[in-house]
């Protein structure tokens, strides 16, 4: 059965579409997120990027692009595409802690639910389609059998759920070119060693979208700069490499736009969903709430009364003792303030400026949220005594306020209808969707972002 939540979103899609637009039929608009290029790359000298560069010397670029909390994967890629924050569109984070089930649920990479069961406002390929538009999504989050992309490879790693929630025709195509999408799940079980033959595939399939179908929107999701910063931290060699890889990534598929005689009909835009921290240190957050004498032992218990999820440089804090639920926020609002490393305590009163509901209005948001400093992660361990964990070796991570500096995301748009050399100084990644859906011809209602319309060429 499909969720109520789902069917009213679907009717809102058909109400978000003016019919009084012309949609352009003739444009294409191709969305790329490069996972983790945060915007401090484009002005480092050691980062070789030579096709992002070219395109924003013809194009428009922001210096540093606002993101979503916790500045993880799954919201910040949902919010690219819906043009509103985690509170509205339900991705809240990685993951959520469920009070009713007593368990984590994951949402990435798309286990268990598919696109309409979990995002809850309309997305720009929704109103696309709505007006009659052709869309296409490869390894994009949150998207898993949308029935709004007409053609999809859907970012999830179990093979069997990848291959169902697929195009069956695409499948079928891809085969006898040869391009090798059985290897999914061969290659993310690899890990950070599978990622660059995974960018490699999802670029083959773009292209071949291109090629074959010209989708009118094509959203396309690149993956392996984000998991060697995490191996190495920011702005390391391995980087680096991931950055110039994912580059010519994206000059491959300008060449295919080029050679399908699509490139004056066709509008890049060059994305990120976070930027990246290096930290040396771990916040064992639940060896606090043990130190409180609100959890037992190790792992989930019945029987405690809070909980602390990990999101990166984020964490979210569930307090499960509904009868003193407000005393024991107080108490440990109070004593993580205290915590080496935790730089930002966020109260349920803050919870509207950081693009979050209260618990009360859904039961899956934490009760605080909480933002590591700079040289610091949150851990999801609870064993031992030790509340400051100390790594291995420099590491790279994510999650953290969206108002600190480091965590600006990328912005490129080039193409037909942008206006060359246009250097915008701060942006929403909410502007990013109501911004391509006016480029082709229709509109999102009710964003919280705008249209970049000073990008756009007269």
């Not at 007006?131 to 069997?160: E, H």
């Not at 050679?259 to 916040?283: K, N, S």
């Amino acid at each position: 059965m499909i969720p109520r939540f789902a069917l009213l979103a679907a009717f809102f899609v058909c109400g978000l579409f003016n019919a009084s637009a012309e949609p352009k039929k003739d444009h294409h608009v191709i969305l790329i997120s490069v996972d983790g290029l945060a915007h401090y790359y484009f002005d480092d000298p050691k980062c070789h990027m030579p096709t992002i560069r070219a395109m924003a010397a013809k194009g428009a670029r922001a210096k540093w692009m606002g993101t979503s909390f916790p500045t993880v994967t799954w919201p910040n890629h949902t919010t690219l595409v819906t043009g509103v924050h985690a509170g509205r569109h339900g991705i809240i984070g990685n993951n959520y802690y469920d009070r009713a089930q007593n368990k984590v649920i994951p949402l990435i990479p798309d286990p268990l639910f598919d696109k309409v069961e979990i995002v809850k406002a309309p997305t720009v390929y929704d109103v696309v389609h709505a007006a009659g538009l052709k869309t296409a999504g490869v390894c994009w989050p949150a998207s898993r059998n949308a029935p709004t992309l007409d053609l999809q490879l859907p970012d999830v790693f179990d093979q069997a759920i990848f291959e169902g929630a697929s195009t069956p025709s695409l499948l079928a195509e891809l085969k006898e070119k040869g391009i090798p999408y059985w290897k999914q799940n061969q290659w993310c079980q690899a890990g950070n060693a599978g990622k660059p033959q995974r960018d490699w595939m999802y670029t083959r399939i773009a292209q071949h979208l291109v090629e074959a179908h010209q989708p009118n929107f094509l959203a396309l999701h690149l993956v392996s700069v984000d998991a060697l910063e995490h191996a190495t931290g920011r702005q390391s060699e391995e980087a680096y490499w991931a950055i110039t890889d994912s580059d010519r990534c994206i000059r491959d598929l300008i060449e295919t736009v080029e050679a399908a005689g699509l490139a004056d009909h066709t509008t890049f835009f060059i994305t990120a969903d976070h930027g990246f921290i290096t930290y040396t240190e771990e916040i064992a957050a639940n060896v606090v709430l043990r130190e409180e004498g609100l959890r037992e032992g190790q792992g989930l218990r019945l029987k405690q009364q809070a909980y602390a999820l990990s999101q990166g440089g984020a964490c979210f804090v569930y307090i499960l003792d509904e009868a003193n639920r407000d005393a024991i926020r107080d108490r440990l609002a109070a004593r993580y303030r205290t915590v080496e490393g935790v730089e930002v305590v966020i109260e349920p009163k803050e919870f509207a400026k950081f693009g979050h509901q209260l618990p009360s209005e859904n039961p899956h948001e934490p009760d605080l949220m909480l933002s590591a400093a700079d040289g610091y992660s949150f851990s999801g361990k609870d064993d031992g005594d030790l509340v400051i964990i100390p790594t291995d070796g420099p590491k790279g991570s994510h999650g953290y306020s969206p108002f600190h500096d480091l965590m600006g995301a990328s912005f490129v748009a080039s193409g037909a209808g942008i206006k060359p050399g246009v250097v915008l100084d701060k942006i929403s990644n909410t502007d990013v969707a109501p911004t391509m859906a006016a480029m082709l011809g229709v509109k999102m209602e009710e964003v919280e972002g705008r249209v970049l319309t000073e990008i756009f060429a007269q």
